[in-house]
């Protein structure tokens, strides 16, 4: 079953501004990843927080993660055209060993 | 070898055939993940080994999907009798145990006509 959930389902924003994407989930975690998937392609790891970890950056990427509210969120500053994707939360259970993925938010940039 | 590597990446069969998926993970991971994903919705998980052991199997994975890894290194998915529902992108994906970074293939893209 699924265990994060996106959201917004869709985005769409101007080149250079920032884009907010927010993931939910259910049960404890031990760490939640960020990836992103381009249509038809696999995908891309981004980013992995930790369950002790508040907040993280990589480059123009920062995610947050509030466990006591379950949710986690994933800002992409100055966006570019290119980072039109589809972007998903995965986190694993404390008893799961397996990722668990949302549906996602569709992204589109728009030059 | 800097990936993970699924073969093929595209499979059209008709209704009622068997069609294998390859998948062969980064060389050092011990497990080995397999994803479904259809359009628009997330990777639904299906099954991952550590090294040659099945730990886990989703629901999804009836008893016409089998999955092997035989010597804890590539993993074989194979679809019996396939159904149009069967239609999907099949992702493998793998990574060191422990809590760590998963990696995905490009996928294999099933069309059941």
């Known amino acids: 079953s699924q265990q994060g959930e996106e959201d917004p389902q869709a985005l769409s924003i101007q080149e250079g501004e920032n884009a907010t994407m927010n993931c939910s989930y259910k049960t404890s975690i031990n760490n939640l990843q960020w990836y992103r998937q381009n249509s038809g392609r696999g995908l891309v790891h981004l980013i992995l927080i930790r369950s002790n970890e508040r907040e993280k950056h990589s480059g123009r990427l920062r995610v947050t993660l509030d466990t006591s509210k379950k949710s986690s969120s994933l800002l992409i500053t100055a966006s570019r055209a290119a980072d039109t994707a589809s972007y998903f939360c995965?986190?694993?259970?404390?008893?799961?060993?397996?990722?668990?993925f949302g549906a996602g938010t569709r992204l589109t940039v728009k030059p | 070898d800097t990936g993970v590597s699924q073969d093929p990446r595209h499979k059209i069969t008709k209704r009622g055939q068997n069609v294998t998926f390859r998948c062969d993970p980064i060389s050092e991971h011990n497990r080995l993940y397999w994803y479904r994903q259809t359009l628009g919705q997330g990777p639904e998980f299906l099954t991952y080994?550590?090294?040659?052991?099945?730990?886990?199997k989703s629901r999804l994975l009836s008893d016409r999907f089998s999955a092997e890894r035989p010597k804890g290194s590539f993993s074989t998915l194979e679809i019996q009798r396939t159904e149009q529902g069967d239609s999907a992108m099949y992702l493998c994906a793998s990574s060191l145990a422990g809590g760590n970074t998963i990696y995905f293939g490009e996928g294999s893209w099933l069309t059941v006509v």
């Open positions: 080994f550590q090294n040659e052991a099945q730990l886990e």
């Open positions: 995965a986190t694993d259970g404390v008893n799961n060993n397996d990722m668990r």
